[in-house]
Each structure stands twice: as C-alpha cells, then as structure tokens.
C-alpha cells in the first residue's frame, strides 16, 4: 500500500489561507484518487474533498466549497488542499486517504490507505 504523510497544519485566525500537502510513497501516485477528510474534536470523521486520479474530476462538501480548492501534481507524488478564508468551524485533523484504480469517492469506506493526519486549527 501507498504510504501518505501530511504537512501543512497550523494555527491561524479566522480567515486566513492554509495549503495542506499530503507526499506519497511509490512510483504509482497516478492510479491513486486521493481525498481530504478532517476529524473536529469530538466529531465524526467527515469528508472535505476528493479528487480523481488525473485531476480532472473534484468533489467537495458543501462547508467548503468555494473556500477550499483540492489540486495534485502527480510528478512529485503530491496531493494539495488550499484553504482560504478559514473558520473556526475548520479546525479539525486533516488527513489524507488513496484509493488505487478506482474514481474519486466521499466515502471514507472506499479509501485502504491513510496518513497519520495534520492538525488545523482556526482560532476566532
């Protein structure tokens, strides 16, 4: 399996920028569709973004959109999540996930492989 580590987290005001990064392991990051999901304290794990093996197709949930742009660049073998005009309601451990040979998915049950996760955390 495809090994991920992120990067990227911090504390930051209320409408600052972020960019996660998310390095993966392996010659093959370009059969892997790659999603962000975060983890609020004392919240269930939610989606946040999901983007397909190309990065062509891309997915967010509604809270984002518009604020949060989920990009890659397969010839470093490295996935992205900008975040701007960040809110309290952002703070969360974000985490990467892979799936290989399959299309971009939300379902965090689609995704064998996980990073260990970056805390975010958005102070008011």
């Known amino acids: 399996q495809v090994q991920l580590v992120e990067s990227g987290g911090g504390l930051v005001q209320t409408g600052d920028s972020l960019r996660l990064s998310c390095v993966a392991s392996g010659r093959t990051f370009s059969s892997y569709a790659m999603g962000w999901f975060r983890q609020p304290p004392g919240k269930e794990r939610e989606f946040v973004a999901t983007?397909?093996?190309?990065?062509?197709?891309?997915y967010y949930t509604n809270s984002v959109k518009g604020r949060f742009t989920i990009s890659r660049d397969n010839a470093k073998n490295t996935l992205y999540l900008q975040m701007n005009s960040l809110k309290p309601e952002d703070t969360a451990v974000y985490t990467c996930?892979?799936?290989?040979?399959?299309?971009?998915?939300?379902?965090?049950?689609?995704?064998?492989?996980w990073g260990q996760g970056t805390q975010v955390t958005v102070s008011s």
């Open positions: 983007i397909s093996r190309t990065g062509g197709i891309s």
């Open positions: 996930a892979a799936r290989n040979g399959y299309s971009a998915s939300q379902y965090p049950h689609d995704y064998p492989s």
